[in-house]
């Protein structure tokens, strides 16, 4: 369990996160929603331990910050990636907390082939990263979080850079890894995607967590509405599958519309 | 599907090793007197192979000098690819963050004050100018590596400044002219067995620091939030690898001046050749570059023999051609 009290962000005299306290669970999939801007990446990597903040998190009773004990992947929108960087290398890179700097036992060489397998990257593997197509590189940060092995792994915006194939397919290795009882917290601009796969939903708007609870209640809430300045509409599918489209006439922000 | 191969191969670490042993074995055996392998070993384990006055041209002339231009060439190489990994910039090179221009303006200093007992002063200056120029640069950049790009631009910033100063101090003592030219174009001339003991001491402190962080430095090519989540503190570990490097440079510029392309030409052969960067590849680099110090010193005594060529002046042309050929080749595989 994740527990964020009274959590408070500032860059110099600018805060970005305020006051925010929520619970995550673990091993579910909880998905981050909110216009650009709202602090959504700002929070992941407060929970991942690298951005003061007032307040506290703890993963398990452990404050976060600095903390180097848990085993957290991170997969971030805007990766650096290293040019003449190998795909073997790059997501060799993953297992380095499990098995110590630079130690590659044959085992671990074994698993990480099996997870280029997985994530259709097998046979690329002396390719360079940077010379990867868009879906390409998303993939291999996936494979080299996986290689991770962690307890919590904290996607920013994992699929923006996808296909609609590519999307589905990224998703899908990630909630593999929530199956295996990894916790997962993503962001997600996608909000139609993230009813699909999140159990959980938290609103963040303006710094401040206006709603979290089980997707299916967030996606019907004003709140959601509110945050996007009502300029989104939700539709639900005969399966009972929300859908969720922008809009775009400004002029009926007064009267938003119901649901079809 | 078979595991996937190892990242880094030990035996081209092995096969650097030797072919340094070789190459210091053949700068030692060509000169203008030639000795042969076996009585050049045979000497250095203490046996008698040689003659009295060969004995000293092999101990005290030809082997400070070879074990010198190996301390520099695996230095700066080592270091180069350091500072290229922590700055994310392929084409960032030792005396980036100002340590060559500040070694420099020490070394005018020195040239220009001294009149004559050029040696004494001129290594603590050079020193003591690299290390003060790159303190300047953290200082200026604030907030300690909060931001690499700021430390590189700051670092440009003191060097231009410790260059004009430079300039200035040589345009008010032009007899000084010579003498500063010659010394930035690098030279192993003043090799001695003290200078061999005090520059090895740093030296090997300096590339046995960096080969035991290499390791986790890999993590520094990623985004900071990526590294923290690899296991390693990268504001601590971009401090080490900085120092260690600085150290190493500063080191060498004042044994030698300003040897160029070095830091540059020889990570990316070893990065090329290996298609690997990872940085397990530095005591490889290192070694390599010792090698390619050695050969590039038996150049400059020997091709113009008995002038001397300015050691600099060979590491670019050589090295440059040869680079650009690797980096071609590079482009039309991968392409």
């Not at chain 1, 669970?25 to 998905?31: Q, R």
């Not at chain 2, 200093?109 to 953290?138: C, D, E, M, W």
């Not at chain 2, 909060?146 to 003592?173: C, D, K, M």
């Amino acid at each position: 369990m994740i527990s964020i009290k009274d959590l408070t962000v500032s860059y110099g005299n600018r805060t970005i996160l305020h006051d925010i306290s929520m619970e995550i669970v673990d091993g579910s999939w909880t998905c981050l929603v909110g216009p650009n801007g709202a602090g959504k990446t700002t929070l992941l990597k407060a929970l991942l331990g690298t951005c003061e903040y007032a307040g506290s998190i703890t993963d398990n009773g452990e404050e976060v910050f600095k903390n180097h004990n848990r085993n957290v992947a991170f997969v971030p929108q805007n990766p650096h990636v290293p040019v003449g960087m190998s795909v073997a290398e790059y997501v060799m890179l993953g297992r380095s907390k499990r098995d110590g700097w630079g130690n590659e036992s044959l085992s671990s060489r074994t698993f990480i082939a099996s997870i280029l397998q997985q994530t259709q990257l097998y046979g690329m593997q002396d390719r360079p990263v940077s010379q990867l197509s868009g879906g390409e590189t998303q993939r291999a940060l996936i494979a080299r979080a996986l290689a991770q092995e962690p307890s919590l792994i904290l996607l920013d915006e994992p699929t923006s850079a996808l296909d609609l194939h590519h999307q589905i397919s990224v998703l899908n290795d990630i909630e593999i890894l929530k199956n295996r009882g990894v916790t997962v917290v993503s962001t997600m601009h996608d909000i139609t995607l993230a009813a699909m796969y999140a159990q959980y939903i938290a609103i963040i708007h303006e710094g401040r967590v206006t709603m979290t609870g089980p997707s299916d209640t967030v996606i019907h809430s004003a709140e959601l509405r509110n945050a996007f300045d009502n300029r989104i509409n939700v539709f639900t599918l005969d399966s009972g599958r929300p859908v969720i489209v922008a809009d775009k006439a400004i002029n009926e922000r007064e009267t938003p519309r119901t649901e079809a | 599907m078979s595991p996937i191969s190892r990242i880094w191969n030990w035996r081209i670490t092995v096969g650097a090793l030797i072919l340094l042993v070789v190459v210091g074995l053949l700068a030692i055996s060509i000169g203008p007197i030639s000795i042969s392998f076996p009585r050049i070993i045979k000497t250095l384990l203490g046996l008698h192979g040689l003659s009295g006055e060969q004995r000293t041209l092999v101990l005290d002339l030809r082997l400070p000098r070879v074990i010198l231009a190996a301390l520099v060439g695996a230095a700066l190489s080592c270091s180069g690819a350091v500072y290229q990994t922590v700055f994310r910039n392929p084409l960032a090179d030792p005396y980036l963050l100002g340590a060559a221009s500040g070694a420099g303006l020490g070394a005018t200093i020195a040239i220009t004050a001294s009149h004559g007992n050029v040696y004494g002063l001129l290594p603590i200056f050079s020193f003591v100018g690299g290390i003060l120029a790159v303190l300047t640069s953290f200082f200026i950049s604030g907030r300690f590596f909060a931001e690499p790009n700021t430390l590189l631009l700051s670092g440009i910033a003191v060097g231009s400044f410790a260059t004009a100063v430079q300039t200035f101090i040589q345009q008010r003592h032009s007899d000084a002219l010579r003498p500063v030219y010659s010394w930035i174009l690098g030279e192993l001339t003043a090799a001695s067995w003290r200078v061999v003991s005090w520059s090895a001491f740093y030296i090997v402190l300096a590339i046995a620091t960096m080969v035991f962080i290499s390791k986790k430095l890999d993590g520094l090519m990623l985004s900071d939030e990526e590294a923290f989540s690899l296991g390693i503190n990268p504001q601590r570990l971009r401090i080490i690898a900085v120092v260690a490097a600085t150290l190493a440079t500063a080191t060498a510029v004042s044994a030698s001046g300003l040897i160029g392309f070095v830091g540059i030409v020889v990570p990316h052969l070893v990065r090329g050749i290996t298609r690997r960067v990872t940085n397990r590849s530095l005591l490889t680099i290192a070694l390599a570059g010792a090698a390619f110090l050695v050969l590039a010193d038996l150049g400059a005594r020997t091709l113009l023999s008995p002038a001397e060529l300015p050691i600099g002046v060979i590491t670019a042309f050589v090295g440059a051609p040869f680079f650009l050929f690797v980096l071609r080749n590079k482009r039309v595989s991968s392409s």
